[in-house]
C-alpha cells in the first residue's frame, strides 16, 4: 500500500490540475508561453502520477483497468473482473 502522503499529493495535484485547465488550454491557444510558464507546475496535467485504486502503486499501471499488475492479477484468479480469465492451453 502506498503511503497516504503520496495519494494525497496526487488528489492535491489533480485537483490544481481541474482549475487551471481552461485557463491552460486559452493560453495554449493564444500562443503565449510566458504566461503558461507563469501558473502553478501542478498546474499541468504530465505532474500526474497513475496510481492503482487499490493499492496506490505506481510502478506496472495498467490504463484499461485503473490498477497494477499485481492487484489486477490478484482480482482476475478471484473472479472480480469481468470477463477476464486466465488463459490455459
Known amino acids: 500500500m502506498a503511503k497516504t502522503a503520496w495519494l494525497e499529493r496526487n488528489k492535491r495535484k489533480q485537483k490544481t490540475v481541474d482549475k487551471y485547465a481552461k485557463l491552460r488550454a486559452e493560453l495554449k491557444a493564444a500562443g503565449d508561453y510566458v ?19 487499490v493499492s496506490g502503486r505506481r510502478r506496472a499501471f495498467m490504463r484499461r483497468f485503473q490498477m497494477s499488475r499485481l492487484t489486477f492479477r490478484e482480482h482476475a484468479l478471484h473472479g472480480l473482473i469481468p470477463g477476464v480469465t486466465k488463459s490455459s492451453w
Open 35 to 53: 504566461g503558461l510558464s507563469m501558473l502553478p507546475r501542478d498546474a499541468s496535467p504530465t505532474r500526474l502520477v497513475n496510481r492503482c485504486r
